[in-house]
Every structure is written in structure tokens, then in C-alpha cells.
């Protein structure tokens, strides 16, 4: 390969890797905004919290590094919430 095809390559590269890390904060931003609007709205359970980040489509691991939790605690959370929803 020559030298200029190997610059153009890594800096492809570079650009795109750049792009996922913007793209994953501005996504996180996104979400703390969400909750902070909850919060002004009055006094959420960890429960409505977890449902709401799970309507966001975040992730059990991304939702309770963000409530400082376990993704246990968030996956028996969501089950029990199909449960309920398949009670109905």
C-alpha cells in the first residue's frame, strides 16, 4: 500500500472513531437531559426512572451506571414489568 492510500485509510479511521465518541455523548447528553426534566417534575421511583431509560432504548448496563445501580437490579426491574403488562 502506499504511503499517501495508508494516511487517506488512517485518517478515515480517525474520523470515524471520532464520529462514534461524539455520537455516544451527544446520546448521553440526550438522556441526562431526560432526566433532569423528570426530576424537576416531581419525585420519580427508581422504577419510573428505569422505564423511562428503557422507552430511551438505552441498555440494563448503560441504565444503572446512570442511576448508580446494578444492571441486576435494572433486569429484574424491567421483567417485572412484563410480568405486570402480560397480567393485564
Same mark, same amino acid.
Given at each position: 500500500? *502506499?504511503?499517501?492510500? !495508508?494516511?487517506?485509510?488512517?485518517?478515515?479511521? %480517525?474520523?470515524?472513531?471520532?464520529?462514534?465518541?461524539?455520537?455516544?455523548?451527544?446520546? #448521553?447528553?440526550?438522556? #441526562?437531559?431526560? &432526566? !433532569? #426534566?423528570?426530576?424537576?417534575?416531581?419525585?420519580?421511583?427508581?422504577?419510573?426512572?428505569?422505564?423511562?431509560?428503557?422507552?430511551?432504548?438505552?441498555?440494563?448496563?448503560?441504565?444503572?451506571? &446512570?442511576?448508580?445501580?446494578? *444492571? %441486576?437490579?435494572?433486569?429484574?426491574? #424491567? *421483567? %417485572?414489568?412484563?410480568?405486570?403488562?402480560?397480567?393485564?
Amino acid at each position: 500500500m *502506499s504511503k499517501k492510500k !495508508n494516511e487517506r485509510t488512517t485518517r478515515r479511521t %480517525n474520523e470515524s472513531d471520532e464520529l462514534s465518541v461524539l455520537n455516544k455523548i451527544t446520546r #448521553l447528553l440526550e438522556i #441526562l437531559v431526560r &432526566l !433532569n #426534566l423528570q426530576t424537576i417534575r416531581g419525585d420519580r421511583t427508581q422504577r419510573d426512572m428505569i422505564l423511562m431509560l428503557d422507552s430511551a432504548r438505552c441498555g440494563p448496563s448503560e441504565i444503572a451506571d &446512570l442511576l448508580g445501580t446494578t *444492571s %441486576n437490579t435494572v433486569n429484574v426491574s #424491567l *421483567s %417485572n414489568e412484563k410480568k405486570k403488562k402480560r397480567k393485564k
